[in-house]
């Protein structure tokens, strides 16, 4: 109740009207009295606007606060975008790219005869590579790969070289063949699955 009390009182301080001026005391012939008036109103007034001047510093130092932190918000996310692109870059210039084309080749052991050449157009080199030939011809035959193996297997090609494999060619070989290339490089495993006609037969 007391402190209600005082903030009532306080209340009424403020909000009241002028505070009449006192009555000058009187002033002896002999001496000379300067009688100061504080207005009451004045004073008010001079609280109130700087009131409100700290109110409109808080509210902009806010807004500024805020305005920075969306400005920093964005700035990250176009940075982050930035070094994505320029890590897939840098990603795809690491990366093996494993081609295969048909070809005519003249080996020691045979007269010249259809070939599959594998080329590394790749900015990095290709390890772990298979290459498995398979008819794509409804009816033909695939041809065999050297030894009569499934599949063959490189350990390493690098960037801008190239392997012949010599196919050897059975009778009623397929006209169309197809070839499936597989390798890894630092990005990971890759495929790379082409249809090629035979050559050199």
């Known amino acids: 109740m007391a402190v209600g009390g005082a903030l009532a009182a306080f209340a009424g301080a403020l909000y009241a009207g002028p505070t009449p001026s006192p009555s000058p005391s009187p002033v002896s012939s002999g001496a000379s009295r300067t009688t100061v ?10 609280v109130i606007l700087s009131i409100l001047a700290f109110v ?70 290709a390890m772990d590579v298979t290459v498995e030939v398979t008819s794509a011809t409804p009816g033909g035959l695939p041809p065999r790969l050297p030894s009569g193996a499934d599949r063959l297997t490189m350990e390493r090609l690098d960037p801008g070289q190239s392997h012949a494999v010599p196919l050897t060619a059975p009778y009623g070989m397929a006209a169309v063949i197809q070839a499936a ?7 990971g495993p890759h495929e790379n699955i082409v249809r090629l006609p035979t050559v050199g037969q």
């Open 181 to 187: 290339v597989r390798w890894r490089d630092g990005a």
């Open 37 to 46: 008036i504080v207005n009451s109103g004045d004073s008010r007034t001079t």
């Open 56 to 125: 409109v510093s808080v509210i902009s130092l806010v807004a500024t606060t805020w305005i920075g932190y969306r400005q920093y918000k964005a700035q990250s996310a176009l940075t982050a975008v930035e070094e994505a692109r320029r890590t897939d870059e840098v990603s795809e210039q690491r990366q093996a790219a494993l081609a295969a084309r048909s070809a005519a080749v003249t080996a020691q052991w045979q007269d010249t005869g259809p070939a599959l050449v594998i080329h590394n157009h790749g900015q990095a080199p």
